[in-house]
């Protein structure tokens, strides 16, 4: 690289920050190069840049960090990055989502990791890394003993890939949270998550896995059930956005009685309509003391079913979050939900609806909470990690960052 290459002015401008929080005696230090700051004009780093980059940090005793997020480091920085887990030995968080890093770049950061003994937690999001490159994530867990938390959502990976992941993952023993949103799997109706509930049953380590976009069924969630019966572990279970219905819930309510690990639920963007509202209702209110939080955001749910839920608050002292807005509210639906806040069973910063009085009745406006708000984006009119918008990580803290 020539000595006269012109340096990022948004690198700079985050490496001065960072001297001055050394200054201050500050270690530990995260380096945020976020490359969708709205607050500041951004150049963008590339993959050249991150090569500026890595050589700076090399051998670093402060930052043990690096998020570079929605930025366009590419294959080429990718290969840069490999080079920084070789030779970095303080980092133990790096995000690299949605950087436009593709099946080459996947293949290389996996192979580095193969003798990386430092990183804790890699975000690949966004990255389409595709079947190949999940392929070599995969075996990198079968070498990798340090890595906690991999997030390879929105990846493009195939259905060979997440079976693989299956697989490696009744043997590993060190990684507690993955992430496999959104595979393109073209195959028999929930065949990848067949594998999963296999997976399940065998591994005694995972805290917390993500399955949104997965187009898990009725028939998948019961394997994922059939699995939680014996495993004893898992604690944070992601199935939003996916084709799960009331049918369904007659399983998840039935394994809740028993299982006693299980802590947050996130069933968004399902249909489970009011049946499934009123059998996991039951189930809360009358057997389950664990779940701390549920999530049924969006899921076609009307009063009847909605009222069910808060009853089973009343008299379950566990169950501290719900999340229940885009749902069809009537006026008994606000009501209940409005008393529950006011009596201080729900806390405002654990649901993500507001009451308010217009006439003499009571409506519910919408707040921004919920279990994992700023999952692809962070504000940056507050604290970057709130608790209140992403209560699931705080309620399950695998990894200190988003």
């Not at 670093?60 to 990718?78: E, H, Q, T």
């Not at 594998?195 to 998948?220: A, P, T």
Request: charged content about 20%; glycine content about 8%; aromatic content about 8%.
């Amino acid at each position: 690289m020539e000595k006269s290459q012109k340096v990022n002015s948004f690198i700079l401008h985050a490496l001065k920050g960072v001297d001055k929080e050394i200054e201050t005696g500050l270690k530990g230090i995260t380096l945020n190069i976020a490359g969708n700051n709205p607050s500041m004009s951004v150049e963008r780093v590339t993959g050249e840049d991150f090569f500026i980059l890595s050589k700076t940090l090399e051998k670093n005793p402060y930052i043990n960090g690096l998020d570079v997020r929605y930025n366009l480091i590419s294959d080429v920085g990718a290969y840069h990055a490999t080079k920084l887990l070789q030779q970095q030995y303080n980092l133990v968080y790096l995000n690299l989502m949605f950087n436009d890093i593709g099946p080459k770049g996947g293949e290389l950061i996996a192979k580095a990791l193969h003798k990386n003994t430092t990183l804790k937690y890699l975000r690949m999001t966004g990255n389409k890394v595709e079947n190949k490159g999940g392929m070599f994530f995969a075996a990198m867990l079968q070498i990798n003993s340090t890595l906690e938390k991999l997030d390879l959502g929105d990846c493009d990976l195939g259905m060979q890939s997440v079976i693989a992941f299956a697989t490696v993952l009744t043997q590993n023993q060190t990684i507690k949270g993955i992430t496999l949103n959104r595979p393109i799997l073209y195959g028999e109706q929930d065949e990848s998550t067949v594998h999963l509930g296999h997976m399940l049953k065998e591994n005694h380590w995972l805290v917390e896995i993500h399955m949104s976009k997965h187009d898990v069924r009725n028939c998948g969630l019961k394997h994922l059930c059939d699995a939680l019966y014996l495993n004893k572990s898992l604690r944070y279970l992601d199935v939003s956005c996916n084709k799960i219905t009331h049918d369904g819930m007659v399983f998840l309510a039935d394994v809740l009685k028993s299982n006693t690990t299980l802590e947050v639920i996130d069933l968004s963007f399902n249909r489970l309509e009011n049946t499934g509202a009123k059998n996991l209702s039951e189930t809360l209110a009358s057997h389950n003391r664990s779940l701390k939080a549920l999530s049924v955001v969006s899921c076609s749910i009307q009063g009847e079913g909605l009222v069910a839920l808060s009853q089973s608050m009343k008299t379950n002292p566990i169950l501290s979050n719900i999340y229940i807005w885009g749902n069809r509210f009537d006026e008994a639906t606000c009501v209940a939900y409005s008393d529950l806040i006011q009596m201080g069973r729900l806390k405002p910063d654990n649901t993500d609806v507001e009451p308010f009085v217009v006439d003499g009745h009571v409506y519910l406006a919408e707040v921004s909470n919920g279990l994992k708000k700023h999952y692809y984006w962070t504000p940056t009119y507050r604290d970057t990690f709130s608790h209140s918008s992403n209560a699931g990580y705080s309620l399950v803290p695998v990894g200190q960052q988003l």
